[in-house]
């Protein structure tokens, strides 16, 4: 019985740092090559779906791309698509306290909202925009090295890590490097002062990737789970990993089980831990940042 009990012990215990680090699951959450396009016949759009689940009662119910929920949409709204739907589950035909075969999509069902088109052009108007600037940006760096004598140019050596500006500012940044809205937040060598810079200013970088834009600059609710999520980590993380530890020696009447469970949670720990700091050290980076004067030309 107990050497049945410990495979389940080491499932939940995974299972539980995944959810607690918020990883998103591959399957509702696929690679852009594997969405579908829905267009709407009454507006001149396409909404991205990323996930189809289900059809009820003649409304599809899909995981939206732009805001990664899951939402609803008539199927009168929709013009041919290369989804198969399959059959009609009939969801509201369901009798309450009745059992449902796939539980999930029973809940999709009654907490999906409807689709907004006005969401979904706010969506893509942003996305016209931010094309829109990276274009003129693209425009203003060619004509400014027409315009300016190459040997006036800043370069930057192989193992540097920075920013040069359109006015040919060199910017060296030591640490971590975020983006913001339109804003680069960073450090300089022997400033203890964090930074930041308009994204219109900047001409090239090196050595920097940005994967995401943190929305600091529209939502305090973002900045205070950030903290939020910390304590949490702290707090609560511990206190799993002891959990387990003591439910693996129970289970097993082994220390090797409950060390084993231990250090395994541990490292799964450190890794959220980690993570969770440094989104707190983001969001004082954003609170704290001064804008940069260069005083290089």
């Known amino acids: 019985m107990k050497s049945f009990l410990l495979p389940i012990l080491f499932f939940f215990l995974t299972w539980s740092n995944l959810s607690f680090s918020q990883v998103k699951h591959p399957t509702d959450f696929p690679p852009r090559a594997n969405w579908h396009e829905l267009p709407l016949l009454a507006k001149d759009t396409v909404v991205l779906c990323m996930k189809y689940y289900f059809m009820s009662e ?35 035909q369901i009798e309450p306290g009745f059992k449902v075969k796939n539980a999930t999509f029973y ?26 600037k990276e274009l003129a940006q693209k425009v203003a760096a060619a004509a400014l090295l027409e315009a300016t004598p190459m040997a006036r140019l800043q370069t930057f050596m192989p193992t540097e890590v920075g920013f040069i500006l359109n006015d040919g500012c060199k910017i060296l940044t030591e640490g971590y490097v975020f983006l913001s809205g339109d804003k680069y937040f960073f450090k300089v060598a022997d400033q203890k002062m964090p930074f930041f810079i308009d994204t219109a200013t900047v001409l090239y970088t090196q050595g920097i990737v940005f994967k995401k834009n ?27 990993i002891a959990g387990a530890g003591a439910l693996a020696m129970w289970v097993t009447s082994t220390g090797a089980s409950a060390l084993i469970t231990t250090t395994g949670g541990g490292y799964i ?7 969770a ?21």
């Open 214 to 240: 943190y929305p600091f600059h529209n939502h305090f609710g973002y900045r205070l789970a950030a903290k939020s999520w910390l304590c949490l980590v702290v707090v609560g993380g511990p206190l799993l």
């Open 58 to 92: 003649d409304t599809i119910y899909f995981r939206e791309a732009a805001s990664e929920q899951v939402v609803k949409l008539a199927l009168a709204e929709i013009g041919e698509t290369d989804i198969f739907y399959g059959k009609d589950l009939h969801y509201a």
């Open 269 to 275: 720990f450190y890794v959220v831990l980690k993570g």
């Open 277 to 297: 700091i440094r989104n707190v050290k983001r969001v004082n980076y954003y609170k704290r940042a001064q804008q940069y004067q260069c005083l290089q030309t």
């Open 107 to 132: 809940t999709y069902y009654k907490t999906a909202e409807t689709f907004l088109y006005g969401s979904q052009k706010a969506f893509q108007q942003a996305r016209i925009e931010a094309q829109q």
